[in-house]
């Protein structure tokens, strides 16, 4: 067969396309949204590394720390940045002072001029919220005037909340608790990690891609087989007026070819509003630009080649099954069975893939990125290829009951191919979706860990600056709205000889509430004093804390060693008292003192730590919090305490596949119902028949929905099965004990469950509407 016959049999499958009046545009149209849709999303897959280069390359370009370098002198192109980050109702603000030095001073990424001090550049989504309601305390928290937006260069994200504030002497502030530098230009590639992924992770990175966009797949061979029985007909009527039955599939494919290409143009017209619309989101707090969702050229050809290929032989081989008369197609009687065997291969010759690679873990080096991709898409194809023969198996032994139940079994014996074409992409996407959570709850234990915190004892911890009013900075924090209690500790560490002590013993002054959070106390008042046991450091406190002792401490403005030292001697009446781990886990060694028992000399050594306690019922508990303590310092933001602590990068590989597993799951949702429309209106004329003859539409709705309930009962369990399969043989590829995640194994099944639930509901309008008697009028 030449090509020009094949592309001359294409051309006439187009034409009728969109020749072939309105049932010809409405079945392209169809087809071309349900293509378009899975377009999209692959344009926007291959456009994710892009975007995700280009946020490191910004994050890279505005760096301003020189960690490693030595410190600038003062020049006329050096520039003071000053830290003062904080958190607003679990959003990161960045923020940073900055303090010119010269008038070549380096400006920010994205900042036209410098803020003068008491001024401030912000981003457009922090300026947005400052000017809402909802920013009521973050405007108290940065009593700066807005002087202009900061550029999209400086930024990494449209919805970024970042400023720059100007300020003066903040060379001073560096020398105490703030983090800062001085620098002579933005941009250090040295902050790039380089270091290397482990094998999981990329295992995980692996997974992911192949789980999120084989249901795509899936859905796009899916549409371009819309309009199945209508066509039929039509190809009928080209056998009759003389086209054999290889023409008459290359037509069928023509038209299919033409409904993809459509669909093309469609997806290219949603991904680029979709980009433009990205501006505006959120999603696990990642944002972009527009400007970063630029698919790769060469991955882009691939996706505008791959789909019309795939359209033109999808069609072929579906139709090679089926035999088109002049008289009419052979798919309208009983067709015949499914071999099982070819369909077995699949899972099987994925399984076979991935066991060379069982037991390897982190010891054995990488894994195979070809045998990983090719196993897992395997298996789930194999999901694909084994739901048809269960649909069929099971639903041709489904035995009598009402008429709703009848009218649906009945249809699905006749086209249980449809049916299972409509849940394929639910049941891979389930599948997946379940051996992920399964390989998640393996791995996590690795990534992630209970922190030392115990946030049930504090919440929030601060350090007071040298130097500063303590009392005074307590007593603001337990004004402060929502604090509920505030544990003040401070420590000073004594030598046992003036001079370059040999041991040191850690100091604790502390009133007696706050003392017992690290110590369990006999009875206590202001003036005593206590030598702490039970902990790991009690070798040298054992020696030093023996009443009479005299123990010696530097003055921190001291000249040389041993000048100006001051001595403290161990009382005779000191008395014991067992360690316990304070709210950071640590456990105190040391003696134990109260304000009392302090000398003056000696409290002015102290270093002084607040653990803050606040009451979760008090709305923004936490930014009240954080707003007292930017009016005392903007540059030594409270720390938040979290009671799991993960790895970076498992962490973002997670949120990636939340974001694309929200995305996935609307296009499974949108296509579904595209699905489900095409087939109720096909089945228009049979649906008004019904009706006309007296069938209640109350039956007839149940019967459609008997008819997706259980391809997707059967499909969800399918998945299930699959999921948990491939699941066993990740987790055993990572050397990990095989469990089962029954949680995230019903959640998924659950979510899979609903979508199908919500498309149905959305099909119940138009479904109504097309259960007329006029629907028998024809023309």
Known sequence: MSARQWGRDLAMGARFAFAGGREGWIRALLTAVGVGLGVALLLLTTAIPNALAERDRRE???????????????????????????????????????EPEGAKAPRPPGVAAFPADGEMVVSPALKELL???????????????????????????????????????????????????????????????????????????????????????????????????????????????????????????????????LGLVLGTGFFLLGRQLAASAEVYRISVFPSYLNPSPLLAVLVALAVPTAAVLVTILALRGVVIEPLGVVRTARPARRRL???????????????????????GGNFNQYLVVGGVMLLLIGVTALLPWVVETVVARLGAGGVAWQLAVRRLQLSSGVAARMVNGIAVAVAGAIALQMLFAGVEGTYTRASRYDV?????????????????????????????????????????????????????????????????????????????????????????AKPGTTLWAESDDSGRPGDRAVSWTVPRDIRQAESREDPTGYERGGILMTPGALPEKLGALASTQLFLSVDPAV????????????????????????????????????TGLSVGAACVLALIGASMLVSQLEQLRERRKLLSSLVAFGTRRRTLGLSVLWQTAIPIGLGLLLAATVGMALGAVLLRMTNTSVRVDWPSVLSMTGIGAGVVLVVTLLSLPPLLKLMRPDGLRTE
């Open 60 to 98: 890279e370009a505005r760096s301003d720390h020189t960690f490693g370098q030595q410190e600038l002198p003062r020049a006329d192109n050096t520039l003071v940045v000053v830290d003062a980050d904080t958190t607003y109702r679990d959003r990161d603000v960045r923020g940073r002072l900055l």
């Open 341 to 363: 065997w070819w369909r077995l291969l699949l899972p099987l010759g994925g399984l076979a893939l991935l066991y060379p690679m069982i037991g390897q873990g982190d010891d």
């Open 619 to 654: 709305p923004d508990a936490f930014d009240h919090v954080r707003n007292t303590a930017a009016r005392l310092d903007p540059t030594a933001p409270p720390m938040t305490w979290h009671s799991i602590e993960s790895n970076d990068r498992y962490a973002a590989i997670r």
């Open 131 to 261: 000017a809402s309601d909802d920013g009521k305390l973050l405007r108290e928290r940065l009593p700066y005037r807005i002087a202009g937006t900061i550029g999209e260069q400086g930024l990494v994200g449209s919805q970024e909340l970042a400023y720059y504030a100007g300020g003066e002497g903040l060379m001073e502030r560096l020398e105490g608790p703030a983090t800062g530098a001085r620098i002579d230009s933005f941009g250090n590639p040295d902050l790039a990690s380089s270091d290397p992924w482990d094998p999981v992770l990329l295992l995980l990175v692996l997974v992911v891609f192949v789980v999120l966009l084989m249901p795509v797949a899936v859905f796009i061979a899916a549409a371009v087989r819309f309009g199945g029985e209508r066509r039929d007909r039509r190809l009928a009527a080209l056998r009759l007026v003389g086209s054999d039955s290889r023409m008459t599939r290359r037509i069928a494919a023509g038209e299919a070819l033409a409904g993809s290409v």
């Open 456 to 544: 049930s004892r504090a919440q929030m911890s601060v350090d007071v600056p040298d130097r500063a009013d303590t009392a005074a900075i307590i007593a603001k924090y337990r004004d402060t709205e929502g604090m509920r209690k505030v544990t003040a500790l401070s420590d000073v560490h004594l030598g046992d000889r003036r001079g370059e002590a040999e041991t040191l013993i850690q100091i604790t002054v502390a009133d007696c509430a706050s003392l017992r959070e690290v110590a369990t106390l006999p009875d206590c008042r202001d003036g005593d004093v206590f030598a702490v046991k039970g902990s790991q450091y009690d070798g040298d406190s054992e020696r030093l």
